[in-house]
Structures are given as structure tokens and as C-alpha cells.
């Protein structure tokens, strides 16, 4: 849902060039820091737009000195055409890819992602131990259902529990419409399927680094801050020894992370107000900065 433009904004002028190409083991974009030796990785995940929209994220991460690999999951060819039933191997292919490079630390490996990113990005880490750190922005800690029928994800090919979305013109596929009908539809079926939420909800306690999580007070496609809460309340019934981490903000929406000052009226039709929304970016970036700071520094 983001533009590749607004997220390329975020390479900014005077950081470290990099050199970005297309993956060769998984759909996506690779990109490298402009200095030799080894350095720290991260993976970017992208939300409900589909394709590789984020690549412009992995650029930003190389400037400051990561491998950093955009990974699609569906919506381009040799992919998944729909967000159904996505396998979380996927993910687990970038990671290896990312570990057996002779200029990747495997010990300081991380993810990050956006929207329906976030929620991959928890389960994929709830999964595989070799992610050390999480930043998940706007995201839900369990699955919910997919574009289709079924759940969004699989393991080994079985479909991950998930919570039952009530959407409109129930029996078809069709997407959602305005963002507006999205935050209802959400709302409504987190309601109504409230005692599904907790065999949907992934097993955050097995995640092998901290996490980061980050919502906007004014969300408008679902209710973040109530997601990352119900992920740190199960936090804290299920010991992790990591320093995790939440934030929200307010006046901020759903791609808050990506307003611009440039543009600030760019993405307030998912929730926030300009301002609102600019300046939560800037404060999230600060906070994206400085946790993965941390992990680079181990």
C-alpha cells in the first residue's frame, strides 16, 4: 500500500551509497552497504499491497550499514497471487539466504515489518531462531483470515489457526473497499471472534531476540494499539527474557511510519492527520534506529 517513491524518500542525502539487485533464491531485492566486512541483516516485509514494494526500506537500512533483503510473498509472478494461505518458509528462505553470506553476521539477523508484514514478521520469528530481533509496525500478534477463505499462513503447509474475518458480501473474495469499511469489518469480526484470538496468537515467547512494536492511535484499517497490547499482555503471562518494547502514537494511522514532510496529506486515508502522522514517523524511525542499534552492536 506504500509507493515505492514515498518509501525511497527514506534514503537520504550524505548516508553510505549501497548497491541493491534483484534476490536469486527468493522473490525480492538484496541491497549491500557501501563498506567491506561483516555486517548485521535485516529483512523487510511488506503489507496487503503485495509485490516488493518495500525495497525502498532495504535501501534504507543499507545506507546505515545492514544486508538488508526485501522479500515479497505474494502478488507478483512465481508468487501467490492473493494474500491466502502464505507459507512462512518464505521468510525462513530469505533468512538462509541472508546467513550463508560471507558479509552477514547469522547472529545479528532481524526483521522487520509493515502492516500484514508485522503480523508475518511475529510469526516468522516465532518460528525460526535465527531472527534475533523484531520490529513489527502496525501489526497484529495473531493471524487472522486471508484474502480468501482460509488463514493468511501455513507451516509445513497447514493452515495457521486464525481469527474469522465478517467481511461484507460474505462468499466472494473481493477486497475491502475504503479504509473506513476495512477499521468496521476488523472491529466487528475482533468482537465476534474474540475466543479465537487466543489459539491464533503465535508463540511470541519463542521468538529468540526483543521486540519492537509500534502502533498509531488512529488507525484506520485496524486497531493496532489494541493488537500490540493483547502481544504484550501475552508477554507477560509467557516469560521473554528479551527487553521488548511498545509504542503508539497519537493523532498517527495505519502508514504513519511513512508520511513525509514533503507530503503530509499522503497517507491520512488510513487514519492520522498530517501532522500527526509526520511526526510519528520521525519519532518511530528514532525508535527503529536505535533498537537495531542495539542488535548491530552485540
Known amino acids: 500500500m506504500i509507493a515505492l517513491a514515498v518509501a525511497l ?3 537520504e542525502p550524505g548516508q553510505a551509497a549501497s548497491t541493491c539487485g534483484p534476490a536469486t533464491e527468493f522473490v525480492g531485492t538484496i541491497c549491500t552497504p557501501a563498506g567491506a566486512g561483516v555486517h548485521p541483516a535485516i529483512v523487510v516485509l511488506g503489507g496487503s499491497g503485495g509485490g516488493d514494494r518495500l525495497r525502498g526500506i532495504a535501501v ?4 546505515r550499514g545492514y544486508v538488508a533483503a526485501s522479500v515479497a510473498y505474494f502478488g507478483v509472478a ?3 497471487p ?3 494461505e502464505i507459507p ?3 521468510v525462513s528462505t530469505a533468512i538462509g539466504a541472508l546467513a550463508k553470506r560471507p558479509d552477514v553476521d547469522p547472529a545479528r539477523i532481524g526483521v522487520f515489518g509493515d502492516s500484514k508484514g508485522g503480523e508475518l514478521a511475529l510469526l516468522a520469528a516465532s518460528t525460526d531462531a535465527r531472527i534475533h530481533a523484531v520490529v513489527a509496525v502496525v501489526p497484529s500478534p495473531f493471524a487472522w483470515q486471508g484474502a480468501g477463505f482460509g488463514s493468511s499462513w501455513t507451516i509445513s503447509g497447514k493452515p495457521v489457526p486464525y481469527v474469522l474475518l465478517d467481511r461484507p458480501r460474505r462468499g466472494t473474495r473481493s477486497s475491502f473497499g475504503a479504509p473506513a469499511d476495512m477499521r468496521s469489518v476488523y472491529d466487528a469480526s475482533m468482537q465476534l471472534h474474540r475466543g479465537a484470538i487466543a489459539g491464533a496468537m503465535f508463540a511470541l515467547e519463542k521468538i529468540a531476540g526483543p521486540l519492537l512494536l509500534l502502533a498509531g492511535d488512529d488507525d484506520g484499517v485496524w ?5 500490540c497490547e493483547l502481544a504484550m499482555a501475552y508477554l507477560r503471562t509467557h516469560p521473554h527474557p528479551y527487553a521488548d518494547e511498545y509504542f503508539h502514537y497519537a ?3 495505519h502508514a504513519f511510519l511513512f508520511a513525509s514532510a514533503d507530503q503530509p496529506q499522503a497517507e491520512t486515508r488510513f487514519g492520522g492527520t498530517p501532522r500527526g502522522n509526520v511526526d510519528a514517523g520521525a519519532r518511530a524511525w528514532s525508535k527503529i534506529d536505535e533498537f537495531l542499534g542495539r542488535m548491530s552492536s552485540r
Not at 534504507?60 to 545506507?63: D, E, N, V
Not at 486497531?223 to 493488537?227: E, F, G, K, L, N
Request: proline share 8%; hydrophobic share 45%; net charge negative.
Open 9 to 11: 524518500a527514506f534514503a
Open 78 to 80: 512465481g508468487l501467490p
Open 88 to 90: 512462512v518458509e518464505t
Open 60 to 63: 534504507r537500512f543499507a545506507a
Open 82 to 84: 492473493s494474500l491466502d
Open 251 to 253: 493523532h498517527a494511522g
Open 223 to 227: 486497531d493496532s494499539p489494541a493488537q
